[in-house]
Structures are given as C-alpha cells and as structure tokens.
C-alpha cells in the first residue's frame, strides 16, 4: 500500500488530463540559465497476489503518483520530485532545481515554449487489458499454479506463486519543445519452489511477464511455469555435481540472456563508459566479438518486458545495434550522456519511479540469431556442459570479469545431452568469451527480468540463440 500525500479527491483525474501548466513550469526552471530541463509525470496503480503455505496471504493495491523536475546544465543533474501537484508546490519545485544553474538573468526574458507532442514510434498492443479481470480469477490463477507445482512430487517442501501487475500513465515534457506521452501495462508472475530430500536442498525458480494485459498467460501458461519450476528442483536434487576444469560448453537458446546483459550490456550503457567504469570505454570502432555476434537493444518489440513507446525522457523507443558482427557500433544513451559525447540519445533514459532521475538502462537486449542449426551445435560439441537454465551472477563492469551460477545443466557425452548436473559456475571474461564463441544458433529464447542500478530497478528482457564457448572455466566439484 501506498501512503499519500494527496491534494485532493479530484486530483488522479487531473493528471490523466494533464492539467499541469509545462510551459511554465520549464520556464521558471530555466530562469536562472541551464542546458536542458523536463518535467516526469507519472501515475501508477500497482496490484500484487502472493501464495505461500498453500494459502493467499497477500492482496495488494495501491495508487501513486507524483511529479519528477530536472535541470541539465554544466553536465551535471540538477532533480527533485514531490507527489504534491498543486501550482505552488510544483513552482516551489522548479525555483529550487533552477537555483542550480550557475548563470543568472532576468526571468522575465524565459520565452514561454509551446510544446508539441510527440507521437510513438512503436505500436504496443495491450489486448486483454487486466482491469476487465476480477481479482477472483486472478486469485484462481495463482492458486492454480500453487496445486500444479505441489503436484509434481511429494519431494516439493514450500512453493511460492506471486502475480503483479503495473498499471503506469506517464508524461514528459521537455525544455526542446515537446511534450510526450506513454501508457504502460506490466504483467508478471512467478513461481519459487523449494525441493529437498536425505539433507539436500534444490531451489527452482520460473518467471513469466511482459508489456502486455492477461493474453501473457495464453502463451506463456502460469501452471506450464510451476510445472517447469518443481521439475527442475526435482531434477537437480538427484543431480550429481558438476565436474570443474576448462571445458566447452553449449547456452542453449532456453537459458535466456543472463550472459548478454551482465556480461555486455552493462558495459555498454554511456554512464559507465564515460566514467571509465566499462572495459568498452573508448572501444567504438573497434572488435570485441567474434564476427558471429552481433548484439541488439530493441524497446518497440511488442509485448516484451523491457518494451515501451517513449523513454522516460521522451525520447521515441528505437532498435539500436549495438556491437554488429563483432564491432563495437553505439553505446547506450539518455540525453545528459548523449550531449557529453556529442551523440543522440539512443531512448534508453530510464528511471524507476518519479523519485528518480533518468539515467541509460537497457531494455530488450539479446544476442541475434545466427545460421546453424542448434542440434548441429550439440552433435558438433563431443563432450562438455550443456546450460538449459542460467541463475543469478556477478560482472566487473570495469575488466569484464563474471561469475554466473548455472540452474540447470547438463553434462554433453558424444554430442547428446547426458545426465543432469548440479552446482555449476560459469567464470570467465566478457570480452574473451564474446571473442572465443564459434557457433551461433538461428534460434532465440527470451528471459525476463528487473535490472538493478544505482538503487533503481527496471523491467528488461534479454535474448540470446544456442552459443557455443568452446572453452570456459566451469566451477564445480574437483576430483581427486
């Protein structure tokens, strides 16, 4: 739940019509001088259901809203925010952001800005809009997936089941003359069971959710999801441990993009390059992968998690190559990184909430399909780990140095999928690893997730085809 500071019953409505004067807002935030000012408007309604111990013990809803005010000016970020939308309170506001401009002037010679709005570049259908299901259904939903996981095996000790979804209106308007608007629908939910048999404990994890109403669960089945979470932890239970050593190992198109975002993703948005906190810092131009890969961040695909029309700066959703066949071609920006190196923003200024200001994020990244066959990819690969689900992980975003727990794997005898595995690590390089892959699958599996950063979460999806690392280091257990 929320706790408001509200001025007045009336006032939600008043933000869905936009009854905020922008141009005079901006104008008074650049009374004192400044590069680049906007104002974020953004009205949530959050609704959660959350299953443990075979029951509901949660139902969520909530309402908030509240105003974002920044002031660009010196290459550095001037930010306040409030939920208190009265003419004083976001007057109040401006003067205060303004104060952070070092030139000084007469007020009187701001001109007002006539904002022209903005109209989308991506079209994102939201078809079954989850407003017109009744919390009941919902609740069937969630217990459904409950029963499918306990079902499995008598080995499942405790399953959680939690449905969210995020109702969000938002509004930019800029200090360039524009004026942008976006409607976001966030659907997700997952299921977390706990396996465990004679001392050994297995933990399985499954995540379904997109830009999307409740069409997510025709295609992606919330009880398909349990089912797959008990297997798994079933599985691994009776899973010997995986061997450790350098040896080649196979990411089907399943495992998601875990290794694409940790891995380069991050070391590709512009903050971090700037700041000499990347080992892509200065590389533009340059290789630093393999000819096979070729590395895409793609907001305007319809329904994925990291989707949406403008960017939580206004800037239109856009498709950006990022590394194309091998060579390192943009980074990703919002404006304030785009202006420092004299670029464009790529429309990856992102921003959790109102109480936060935008900084480059990715959105839906992943790795291209290439032309082989990812049955080829196995039969070619005589012996090795097979990684069908990747797990949590760690990268050094300065060097390029990771660490990624493997879910579910398998060892590979004679180019076939052997016995199952457990306690796997993948540990390697970034960009030795983008360098080292030899096969490149032509399909593509998405994975969904909330990015962390700077004490900001975001939704993003990653994707990536069957990749094969001929040579890699595998933590696990050393025999003697």
Same mark, same amino acid.
């Given at each position: 739940m929320f706790s408001l500071r509200r001025p007045g019953v009336r006032a939600r409505r008043k933000i869905a019509l936009l009854e905020i004067d922008y141009d005079a807002v901006l104008s008074k935030i650049l009374a004192r001088g400044g590069d680049f000012a906007d104002l974020y408007v953004e009205q949530g309604e959050p609704f959660s259901i959350l299953c443990e111990e075979d029951r509901i013990e949660k139902v969520v809803s909530g309402r908030d809203w509240g105003v974002g005010v920044r002031l660009v000016t010196g290459g550095k970020t001037a930010y306040a925010y409030t939920n208190?939308?009265?003419?004083?309170?976001?007057?109040?506001?401006?003067?205060?952001?303004?104060?952070?401009a070092a030139a000084s002037k007469d007020p009187s010679c701001v001109p007002m800005l006539n904002l022209t709005r903005k109209r989308p570049s991506a079209d994102l259908p939201v078809l079954r809009p989850p407003r017109a299901t009744d919390t009941a259904s919902k609740v069937a939903l969630v217990m459904g997936a409950n029963a499918t996981a306990r079902a499995v095996d008598r080995r499942i000790r405790?399953?959680?089941?939690?449905?969210?979804?995020?109702?969000?209106?938002?509004?930019?308007?800029?200090?360039?003359?524009?004026?942008?608007?976006?409607e976001r629908t966030y659907v997700t939910a997952f299921v977390q069971v706990i396996a465990a048999e004679g001392g050994v404990v297995q933990t399985a994890y499954e995540p379904v959710g997109g830009f999307c109403g409740m069409e997510l669960f025709d295609a992606s089945s919330l009880e398909a999801a349990a089912q797959r979470a008990a297997q798994r932890a079933v599985l691994m239970l009776g899973a010997r441990r995986a061997p450790a050593g350098?040896?080649?190992?196979?990411?089907?198109?399943?495992a998601g993009g875990t290794m694409i975002h940790e891995a380069v993703g991050h070391g590709l948005e512009a903050d971090l390059a700037q700041s000499g906190l990347s080992i892509y810092s200065g590389k533009l131009g340059a290789q630093i992968a393999s000819s096979l890969i070729t590395v895409i961040d793609d907001a305007t695909l319809p329904g994925k998690r990291g989707s949406f029309r403008f960017d939580d700066e206004g800037t239109a959703a856009q498709r950006t190559v990022?590394?194309? #066949?091998?060579?390192? =071609? /943009?980074?990703?920006?919002?404006?304030?990184?785009?202006? #420092?190196?004299?670029? =464009? /923003?790529t429309g990856n200024g992102r921003r959790e909430s109102y109480r936060h200001r935008p900084i480059p994020r990715m959105s839906n990244t992943y790795i291209a399909p290439g032309d082989t066959d990812p049955g080829d990819i196995l039969r070619d690969t005589p012996c090795g780990l097979y990684v069908r689900k990747m797990g949590g992980g760690q990268v050094n975003t300065v060097n390029g140095d990771f660490v990624f727990e493997v879910s579910e794997g398998?060892?590979?005898?004679?180019?076939?999928i052997g016995e199952p595995v457990r306690g796997a690590t993948l540990t390697g390089n970034g960009p030795r690893v983008l360098m080292s892959i030899d096969k490149v699958g032509s399909d593509l599996g998405f994975a969904i997730g909330t990015c962390g950063k700077d004490g900001q979460g975001a939704p993003v999806s990653d994707a990536q085809p069957t990749l094969r690392i001929p040579d890699i280091v595998v933590g696990g257990e050393v025999r003697q």
């Open positions: 208190d939308l009265t003419t004083a309170s976001l007057n109040e506001l401006a003067e205060a952001v303004g104060r952070a405790q399953v959680m089941v939690v449905y969210r979804e995020n109702l969000q209106g938002v509004t930019i308007a800029g200090s360039d003359g524009f004026i942008a608007g976006d350098k040896m080649a190992v196979v990411l089907s198109s399943e990022l590394v194309e #066949k091998g060579i390192l =071609r /943009s980074f990703l920006y919002d404006r304030l990184t785009a202006m #420092k190196d004299g670029a =464009r /923003s398998y060892l590979i005898e004679n180019g076939s």
